[in-house]
């Protein structure tokens, strides 16, 4: 989903400017456009410098005020810090003006407590940057609750939240294409758990985005 230029198999002569892309070490190489005339190409995984679809969904003309982000990205151990693709993403939008939450400076703040399953990215003062609701992967209170506030019984309940995603175990690995039912099912409940333990939070960012628009729109009447 990034990159300067991308092929138009209609008209495969030509190369159409999707997005423009600004020079940077982490970004390289996008200036190139497909070779239209070989016989045969070679597509590649869509996350050609980061795994999170911002440069297209940035774009002004959208207008988008509130991204609700999941990020299945590996990452060395459960507990490695989940930003590294959410900061690229951040560098991204700072190469081309772009207005985004500042997420360097909340991820440092966030790192003394683990990694948790939700983060909030805003800046409450600048109403041009979005909300950025950020979802890792991260089995924390799965492990416990079978569903928000219920805890985990029976030993088939406990066994089946009592799983690592990167700690000694390639379960998940991203070159696996093919995940047994269990290792599925786990990752599926998680995520549903995640959001909905978290659904507090999402309700209470899109309220306060209600309530600053109502404010925006009332400071912005024009006097009779």
Not at 47 to 57: D, R, W
Not at 86 to 108: D, G, Q, R
Not at 185 to 206: G, P, Q
């Amino acid at each position: 989903m990034i990159g300067h230029r991308v092929g138009n198999f209609e008209f495969s002569r030509q190369n159409y400017l999707i997005f423009p892309f600004l020079g940077d070490e982490d970004f390289k190489d996008f200036r190139k456009s497909m070779k239209t005339h070989n016989k045969k190409i070679y597509l590649v995984d869509s996350g050609l410098s980061f795994n999170l679809p911002y440069p297209l969904t940035l774009r002004p003309q959208r207008g988008i005020e509130l991204y609700i982000t999941f990020d299945f990205s590996s990452r060395s151990s459960d507990s490695t810090p989940p930003f590294r693709e959410l900061l690229l993403a951040e560098k991204w939008a700072l190469l081309h003006n772009v207005p985004f939450p500042k997420i360097k400076e909340t991820a440092k703040r966030s790192l003394q407590d683990g990694v948790k399953e939700c983060y909030v990215f805003k800046e409450p003062e600048n109403p041009n940057v979005p909300v950025v609701i950020f979802f890792p992967l991260v089995n924390k209170d799965f492990r416990k609750f079978k569903t928000p506030g219920v805890p985990r019984e029976t030993e088939a309940e406990i066994n089946f939240g009592n799983f690592d995603i990167f700690d000694n175990t390639n379960a998940y690995a991203i070159w696996r294409f093919v995940y047994p039912n269990l290792s599925f099912d786990r990752m599926t409940a998680m995520m549903e758990f995640n959001i909905l333990n978290n659904l507090h939070v999402i309700k209470s960012e899109m309220a306060e985005l209600v309530k600053r628009k109502k404010s925006f729109k009332t400071k912005n009447i024009p006097p009779k």
